[in-house]
């Protein structure tokens, strides 16, 4: 990965959204924060950013598209809107893609929905002639055609890590620091998943896997189970699953991640350790708060 500079804390600041990106280790936290760490180097993000981040990721290994795709996608992002969802933006561009109605990417609800944003970018970026090759900031201009060309190869580095960490290529890559969930108060039982448990599942369908996950028995429907197979890349995909359950637990009331032998436990402080009750390779368990 490229080099961050950690010797002196760096803020990447964006005119239009503020600060997006810390690079060092002894920046302060503020308040709950999400971290995408590969080999030694580190960029961190608030909550709501690490959710959007999830869904910009998490769509392109659903797509089988190549992790650089997803390096793109994050690094326009981040140029764009700083990994928010805006109701504004130069002349009617909207959302996470800064996309404008007028240019025919939709009706102004659908660019602001990121599922649907996130599609409509790789939609254009796989018609972009060799663009796993291309300079980011050449792929991102093909399919955005910006005032600012050259912008989004000054987030590269950034997007590198949350693009590893979130594809599941740097297992344990991505954690979160959050507070505990408000509780609903809404349970399933072991034919019917809890409230948070089914938009969980399907958010996951419509943005990581389509794999279809089992309700863990006695658990109140707060569980779900979700089996990817054998060898090595049903590991990686079971990292990516659970890389997108860490980054979203703040929209989604997750409180625990286990992926294979290790797990994320919000109530532990949210740093990745071994398992209690270790799963098989392959597999990714998701607890949500009641």
């Known amino acids: 990965m490229v080099g961050l500079g950690a010797a002196t804390a760096t803020v990447v ?26 080999a030694g180097e580190s960029t961190s993000m608030s909550p709501e950013q690490a959710g959007n981040a999830a869904t910009v990721v998490g769509i392109s290994v659903l797509r089988g598209l190549p992790a650089r795709a997803a390096t793109i996608g994050i690094a326009t992002v981040v ?8 109701d504004h933006g130069d002349r009617d561009s909207l959302g996470l893609f800064q996309q404008r109605p007028s240019q025919d990417w939709g009706t102004p609800e659908q660019v ?18 060799g663009y796993r090759d291309l300079e980011v900031t050449v792929a991102a201009q093909r399919v955005q055609r910006s005032a600012f060309p050259e912008a989004y190869g000054d987030h590269e580095a950034e997007a590198r890590l949350v693009a590893s960490a979130l594809t599941g290529w740097t297992p344990a ?3 979160c620091r959050l507070r505990e969930p408000e509780a609903l108060g809404a349970l399933g039982d072991d034919a019917t998943p809890s409230l948070r448990a089914q938009r969980v599942r399907e958010a996951v369908a419509q943005q990581v896997s389509a794999v279809e996950p089992q309700l863990v ?9 979700y089996a990817l197979g054998d060898g090595e890349e049903a590991v990686r995909l079971a ?52």
Not at 23 to 38: G, I, K, N, Y
Request: net charge negative; with cysteine; aromatic share 8%.
């Open 13 to 38: 600041a964006l005119a239009a959204a503020g600060v997006w990106l810390t690079r060092d280790d002894d920046a302060p936290v503020l308040r709950e924060r999400c971290r995408a760490t590969v």
């Open 79 to 86: 140029q764009e809107s700083g990994l928010r969802n805006l």
């Open 112 to 129: 602001q929905d990121p599922v649907y944003a996130t599609n409509a970018f790789y939609d254009a970026l796989v018609e972009v002639d």
């Open 173 to 175: 890559g991505f954690t």
């Open 217 to 225: 028995a006695g658990e109140n429907g707060l569980v779900l189970e």
């Open 239 to 290: 990292w990516a699953l659970g890389g997108w359950a860490v980054a979203s637990a703040e929209g989604y009331g997750v409180t625990e991640v286990v992926v294979g032998s290790s797990a994320w436990v919000r109530a532990d402080g949210g740093a990745w350790a071994d398992a209690v009750e270790p799963l098989p390779a392959g597999t990714v368990r998701v607890r949500v708060s009641a």
